[in-house]
């Protein structure tokens, strides 16, 4: 299967809170990423975290990282329309060059 | 944050003729740049890794005679699709990389360009 995974699809309302999902194959990832990819545009960085780490928060943004599991999640507090975009999970390889690989990505819907 | 350009960032051409996209790095030395290529609804594949002065490290199942990739100065690489048909037509995105300095390096991703092969 891929390496990494996460739903195509999210679709909440304005002010709610979105929780988007990944889940990756690399134990030895020594990164994980949340991109964010507006029509049209490249990928943006949004936020990171390191792999020895459980939460990291910044601002609106809260990442939760369960290595046991191998399971990333991205929630954005109080949602707002301009946060309508596809969402890319990735994890850096701890080898191979470092390679960075990413899911399909998750369209953020947000409804008014 | 840094700033990574792309161009053109959407081309149309005919089937049979090749196609250049340039990725340059603007504020910064890129000694590795990378060459994605994104489906619909799947993730962004990796093309091929380049470091400045070498030649490129092509990932299995894309072929190097078909997209070459010169990575000649620091702030510059390009991707050339030659002989395109309609199955190359796509969203392709480069990204770049300062040297590595320590643990973390991000990773700087340009616009994109979407190739329409007619």
């Known amino acids: 299967g891929e390496d990494v995974e996460q739903s195509l699809f999210l679709s909440v309302r304005e002010g709610d809170s979105s929780v988007i999902n990944c889940t990756y194959t690399?134990?030895?990832?020594?990164?994980l990423y949340w991109y964010k990819q507006e029509p049209g545009a490249g990928l943006q960085l949004l936020t990171y975290?390191?792999?020895?780490?459980d939460m990291k928060q910044d601002q609106r943004l809260t990442v939760l990282l369960n290595k046991k599991d191998k399971h990333l999640s991205l929630r954005i507090a109080d949602t707002q329309t301009g946060d309508s975009a596809i969402y890319f999970c990735?994890?850096?390889?701890?080898?191979?060059?470092?390679?960075?690989?990413f899911g399909a990505g998750t369209r953020l819907f947000v409804k008014a | 944050g840094a700033v990574v350009s792309q161009h053109p960032s959407r081309v149309i051409c005919k089937s049979g003729t090749s196609v250049k996209i340039e990725c340059r790095s603007l504020d910064f030395q890129a000694t590795t740049m990378f060459w994605y290529r994104q489906f619909p609804k799947k993730s962004l594949m990796l093309m091929a890794t380049s470091n400045e002065g070498s030649k490129a490290t092509y990932e299995q199942g894309v072929e190097k005679d078909k997209f070459l990739i010169n990575h000649a100065s620091l702030t510059l690489s390009t991707l050339t699709v030659t002989s395109a048909h309609p199955e190359d037509s796509s969203f392709y995105i480069c990204?770049?990389?300062?040297?590595?300095?320590?643990?973390?390096?991000?990773?700087?991703f340009g616009p994109g360009t979407r190739l329409t092969v007619l």
């Open positions: 990735a994890e850096k390889k701890s080898g191979g060059g470092f390679k960075t690989i």
């Open positions: 990204s770049a990389r300062e040297r590595v300095q320590g643990a973390y390096n991000e990773q700087f």
């Open positions: 975290i390191f792999s020895n780490m």
């Open positions: 690399d134990s030895s990832s020594t990164y």
